[in-house]
């Protein structure tokens, strides 16, 4: 995986407007994720609870969660996902990255919802 390019390819990714069908693409990519799995899933509900308004975020974390959600549903990124396993380890990689970008306001969801860490994956199964 080239890393810069990768990184490049997301960052750029936080101008775009993220759709309800990137979404449901998304949640058809999730199995490919591997441990990154539950993480995006819960991408996917913090981004689902600031559009219906229960969760207040930021531009800042808007971008970063849609950046990392477009990156995984594009099928031609740093490495295209056609390419047999190589080819999610960079969206890997992206969702690991935006995690770890988010830090405080992904506590703070976690918060909200009352989940602690060890409890989000039974969470999020229910969400999506």
Same mark, same amino acid.
């Given at each position: ?59 800042? =974390? ?11 549903? =594009? ?54």
């Amino acid at each position: 995986m080239n890393r810069n390019k990768a990184e490049k390819k997301y960052d750029s990714y936080k101008r775009k407007k993220l759709s309800n069908a990137d979404v449901a693409v998304a949640k058809e990519k999730l199995g490919k994720l591997g441990e990154q799995k539950e993480n995006f899933r819960l991408l996917l509900n913090m981004v689902k609870d600031s559009w219906d308004g229960s969760f207040k975020l930021d531009k800042w =974390a808007i971008a970063i969660i849609t950046a990392a959600i477009i990156y995984v549903v =594009a099928p031609v990124d740093a490495v295209p996902d056609f390419a047999p396993i190589v080819g999610w380890l960079d969206d890997i990689g992206i969702v690991s990255l935006a995690i770890a970008q988010l830090g405080k306001v992904v506590d703070d969801y976690r918060a909200f919802k009352n989940v602690a860490f060890t409890e989000t994956e039974t969470y999020v199964e229910n969400q999506f």
